[in-house]
């Protein structure tokens, strides 16, 4: 009697398992979303369900998975993106697994367009891409060879080959880290005229690795200050082959938090940003400062050390990014153009540029240091048989 007992007693739990799971069930919501014109994915599409706080967004592939009670399956789920008309579906035909929704595109008249909703879609591809920052690109050590270049008036004043290694690589954003974890020495260098110590003896690098704006803060990519930016999508779908965002930006009230620059009256660019993996692959920056300081861009300068016969200053900086073989992404080159309007209307133009001729993985410790005034023979031999990049 006690074993027929203890039977339906198991029996009775069993049942009840059942009887509980079944009430407590999942919904696997799952599929692509695309545009029913040319079957292309719909990015960051809103996926809610009605009447709750539930749902979830597409990826950049237009792909959505979401995880929800079965009491939900009689609910709607409602579709939208920016730029295309809402679609309204039973939850329960979103599950079971590769779902297709594909979406009408909407004709807007231009006062129709939703700006600020079309802003939101372009903030959420700028944080992707900054939190995929340190998946995305090299994290740990590395080393670059890399072809520095100075010129003034579109004359060149130095040449220079420069072994820059980083200890760190992308992981840790920051100015600080960036500069203690960062360190160069110049291998060969030529000049086209004899130099003065301290004033044409300095090797700029620092001015430039400023403007590697993966590796730092305090620019577009600080989700910190991204709201202080106004936002725009350009025309340009590819770039070097890759399909891309083009966003434009801008900063009206341009503060050191969001430029790394104290004196800065403008603050505005573009940036390239791949729809396949999120990577920042080109960034355009022009600033406008007030008044100049003559050792070199600073975020920490004041009245007493600037140039004393420049009223402003214009920086247009152009920084990209390449894939290694590893498929991370790395630092490619950065150019830098300074214009500096003179109190009697003149103007001095100076172009600084450093370019990545390889990359590698270092065998040696990193050892902390910079060349910034330099006075180092010219090797003759060497640049007789170096090729200067394109």
Do not use: C
């Not at 879609?121 to 900054?130: F, R, T």
């Not at 994290?139 to 420069?162: C, D, H, L």
């Not at 410790?365 to 910079?370: E, H, N």
Request: hydrophobic share 35%.
């Amino acid at each position: 009697m006690r074993a027929i007992y203890i039977t339906l007693l198991n029996i009775i739990i069993v049942l009840s398992s059942v009887n509980l799971s079944a009430q407590t069930g999942k919904l696997i919501l799952e599929g692509r979303v695309e545009d029913a014109s040319n079957n292309k994915p719909v990015e960051f599409a809103n996926i809610g369900i009605e009447g709750t706080f539930l749902g979830t967004a597409t990826d950049i592939d237009g792909n959505f998975n979401l995880e929800i009670n079965s009491e939900f399956a009689d609910f709607n789920a409602v579709i939208s993106a920016v730029g295309y008309q809402a679609k309204k579906l039973k939850v329960s035909s979103l599950s079971g697994g590769n779902v297709i929704v594909r979406m009408t595109p909407a004709v807007y008249g231009l006062s129709q367009v939703d700006i600020k909703a079309r802003s939101k879609v372009l903030y959420g591809i700028i944080k992707s891409a900054s939190n995929l920052i340190p998946v995305n690109y090299v994290s740990g050590p590395v080393s670059f060879s890399v072809f520095y270049k100075e010129e003034k008036e579109n004359n060149v004043m130095t040449e220079a080959v420069v072994s820059l290694f980083d200890n760190k690589g992308y992981g840790d954003r920051t100015y600080t880290d960036a500069f203690v974890n960062r360190s160069y020495t110049v291998d060969e260098i030529r000049r086209k005229k004899d130099f003065k110590p301290i004033e044409d003896g300095v090797v700029d690098m620092d001015d430039l690795l400023l403007f590697d704006v993966v590796r730092v803060r305090g620019n577009i990519l600080d989700s910190a200050v991204l709201y202080d930016f106004t936002l725009k999508q350009e025309q340009g779908t590819f770039y070097e082959g890759d399909s891309v965002w083009v966003i434009s930006y801008k900063n009206e009230k341009p503060g050191f938090a969001a430029t790394g620059n104290q004196k800065v009256k403008s603050y505005s660019g573009v940036i390239y940003i791949s729809k396949t993996t999120s990577a920042i692959l080109r960034n355009e920056l022009t600033i406008v400062t007030d008044g100049y300081f003559q050792y070199g861009y600073t975020g920490f300068y004041n009245d007493e050390i600037k140039a004393k016969d420049v009223t402003e200053a214009e920086y247009k900086i152009v920084t990209s990014y390449h894939k290694n073989t590893k498929n991370k992404y790395l630092l490619s080159s950065v150019s830098m153009t300074k214009t500096l309007l003179k109190y009697d209307g003149t103007e001095d133009k100076y172009n600084e540029s450093m370019k990545v001729l390889k990359s590698v993985i270092p065998d040696k410790q990193f050892t902390p240091g910079r060349d910034y005034y330099l006075f180092k023979e010219s090797n003759k031999e060497f640049w007789s048989r170096f090729t200067l990049p394109d």
